[in-house]
């Protein structure tokens, strides 16, 4: 049986069931190395909040793995330097695969690894940049980054691009189509289907909580209070609505907390909850009837969060800052301009002024979301190996 050895940061909510599933399915043998061995507890230190987390729902179960120590003085993923092994190399040696899956190559580590191998073994890329923030015009600065990540590219054999606008971004950086293979970015999407209408129950019980009436329609927000995700824009945007039967909620946490919960001044019709785990994000997505990501970027490369709300059979709004809004949104939402308060507002109105369509559109989501299947990546990942 074909090997293949997988180089990741740490266990995330989206990559670990594709990793069972390529287990399961018994096609390849794999093993998942973490190269951040701080993270073996399941504990991740954020950055944003300054504090560790832990999910709750299992992301080291049901395939073979091992967690390579870090000897980086400030380990951490948000950095090059902050990944750094010492024998990562001769592990994976040690393992003797037929080809190399590596999750991005902006940690020391996986960028040494990627040149080591580079005509030893066949080497598969996975990573979702996009051109989408890349400033128009002449700069020494973006000149260099381009040369640079061209340099980067020539060791990979096969790049795995999510959707159009990452296609474009291998293009640019001296791919050939022949290189590229279609994985579209996808989530667990069974998990957020309900089957038995039981996350539906608890979504209206918790409407009723809060005091949202069946009639009244609900914007959601699901994420990161910070600026990427623009959320003060939909802030002010719902808030010059001034629509009485409207709600909208925030549910998450970040740098803009207090200036978001300072700027709704106690608005009876904006709610805040907190970060929500992921056995609770089915029954969040389903308080709402649209969901909204107003994204400006930078760095908003493809939007998963848009894919769980789809997965609900939620319409969707979507600023086209994220990076899979030309992919997903087809039929079931509507795309503006990141940064224009008056389009993201035309777009909240033709949900207030449309019912009929809003459910044709809650419809099409869930027939849109079945084309982003987790099987579809492994698919693609056994084709190549």
């Known amino acids: 049986m074909k090997r293949l050895a997988i180089i990741t940061s740490h266990p995330i909510q989206y990559n670990a069931p594709l990793f069972r599933l390529l287990t399961a399915r018994g096609n390849i043998r794999l093993k998942v190395f973490y190269t951040w061995g701080q993270t073996k507890t399941g504990l991740v230190y954020d950055p944003d909040f300054k504090k560790e987390f832990k999910w709750d729902i299992p992301l080291q179960d049901g395939y073979e793995k091992e967690f390579i120590e870090n000897i980086s003085p400030n380990p951490s993923a948000g950095n090059f330097k902050g990944i750094d092994n010492k024998d990562l190399i001769e592990r994976i040696d040690a393992y003797n695969p037929d080809a190399l899956l590596v999750y991005g190559w902006s940690f020391r580590s996986h960028l040494k690894a990627i040149r080591y191998f580079k005509g030893k073994r066949k080497i598969i890329f996975r990573g979702d940049s996009t051109l ?32 159009e606008a990452n296609k474009q971004y291998f293009l640019k950086h001296g791919l050939s189509a022949s290189q590229l293979l279609y994985a579209p970015h996808a989530i667990e999407n069974e998990r957020f289907f309900d089957i038995d209408a039981q996350y539906e129950t608890r979504a209206k019980a ?27 824009l939909l802030l002010d945007a719902f808030k010059e609505m001034k629509e009485q039967n409207t709600r909208l909620i925030f549910a998450g946490n970040g740098a803009l907390d207090q200036e978001l919960k300072q700027r709704a001044k106690d608005d009876q019709h904006i709610y805040f909850l907190d970060f929500q785990n992921q ?85 099409m989501s869930l027939k849109r979301i079945a084309e982003f299947s987790i099987s579809e990546i492994a698919k693609s990942i056994e084709e190549i190996v």
């Open 132 to 163: 989408l923030d890349e400033p128009t015009g002449f700069s020494i600065r973006k000149t260099a980054r381009r040369i640079f990540l061209k340099w980067v590219y020539r060791s990979i054999d096969i790049a795995l691009y999510t959707g």
């Open 279 to 363: 056995q609770m994000m089915p029954i969040v997505y389903r308080l709402a009837d649209v969901f909204v990501l107003p994204s400006k970027g930078p760095g908003e490369t493809w939007g998963l969060s848009v894919n769980e709300a789809m997965a609900c059979g939620k319409p969707v709004i979507v600023s086209d800052k994220c990076g899979g809004a030309a992919d997903l949104v087809q039929g079931n939402g509507i795309i503006f301009s990141s940064g224009k308060k008056e389009e993201l507002k035309r777009a909240m109105f033709y949900f207030v002024d449309n019912p009929t369509e809003r459910e044709k559109m809650s419809s």
């Open 206 to 232: 918790w409407r009723m909580q809060l005091n949202i009436a069946d009639h009244e329609l609900v914007f959601l927000f699901a994420g990161k209070l910070e600026s990427k995700k623009d959320p003060l």
